[in-house]
């Protein structure tokens, strides 16, 4: 999701307690806050190139070049942000496009305007006792939760953006048991599966030679989030006669990672070098 000048964002209570975020030194959890942040203000989606915004995150950290690839470095082997492009990674599943206060505004207006008519007070003066009190109203937590849950988010409509569920998984022909398993260990890596995602589970699992129900049995079994054929390479013996055990290295985790956060970002389109 591409963001422009986001006033602020969410950070939840549950992040003292977050693994990733203890395997981290103290300044490096503060700048992947700061990287929210940027993510927030629009610059991490602003078109231009990669060192140029490598060098103006640099300018909003205080720090130099190579120390915000070393940053970027520390903060991608714990999967919390996309090594190449500086993108947050699980952004989607945790700030909303509806947290606009002026797309909020809009919509609560427009509610309040059509209950007005409904009830015959189609006249000025019913429109405006509807809107007495609004905006310090959303401001408040109470009121933002409302306003969400009746407000659809951009793009609700277009299935891509849409989690598949465990009975999506089935209509494919995917073990309920699988299916709810993997999508556990999904949850938990907060990285919803979607439409996206779930390509590219299937083209890899068509160059393993296998169904996609099969590999999301594996990666069930296995405690994937993903399924990578060449991971399957790693069951083969070593010329010690020792298996490796088939479980990806955090590096090849991270490269999962980053390009479904890629496909997300900006599709099945060929990256430029």
């Known amino acids: 999701m591409s963001t422009k000048n986001l006033p602020w964002l969410r950070l939840y209570t549950e992040m003292v307690d977050d693994e990733k975020l203890r395997l981290l030194a103290f300044e490096d959890r503060w700048h992947y806050v700061a990287l929210l942040c940027l993510k927030g203000s629009g610059l991490l989606d602003d078109a231009c190139s ?3 915004k490598q060098r103006r995150v640099a300018v909003k950290l205080g720090l130099s070049v190579r120390e915000v690839e070393e940053v970027a ?3 991608s082997e714990v999967e919390l942000i996309d090594r190449d492009t500086l993108q947050p990674l699980g952004w989607e599943g945790r700030q909303f496009p509806s947290d606009k206060s002026t797309d909020r505004v809009k919509a609560f207006r427009e509610r309040q305007k059509q209950q007005a008519e409904s009830a015959g007070e189609t006249d000025e003066t019913g429109v405006k006792r509807f809107s007495n009190g609004l905006d310090t109203d959303l401001d408040s937590d109470t009121e933002l ?8 988010p951009a793009g609700a409509s277009d299935v891509k953006s849409k989690p598949i569920t465990a009975k999506g998984l089935k209509a494919k022909g995917v073990d309920p048991q699988h299916a709810a398993d993997f999508l556990a260990v999904r949850k938990a890596q907060r990285a919803p599966l979607t439409a996206t995602a779930l390509d590219g589970i299937e083209r890899e699992a068509a160059k393993a030679r296998l169904t996609l129900a099969q590999a999301i049995q594996i990666a069930a079994e296995r405690g994937w989030r993903g399924f990578k054929a060449e991971w399957l390479q790693r069951d083969v013996p070593s010329p010690s006669g020792r298996p490796s055990g088939g479980k990806p ?21 060929p990256m430029d070098a």
């Not at 939760?145 to 659809?152: G, Q």
């Not at 955090?250 to 389109?269: P, V, Y």
């Open 50 to 52: 990669a060192d140029l």
């Open 73 to 75: 470095r520390r903060l």
């Open 145 to 152: 939760e409302k306003d969400k849950s009746n407000t659809p």
């Open 249 to 269: 290295t955090l590096a090849e985790q991270n490269r999962a990672a980053a390009e479904e956060a890629k496909r997300m970002l900006f599709g099945d389109e």
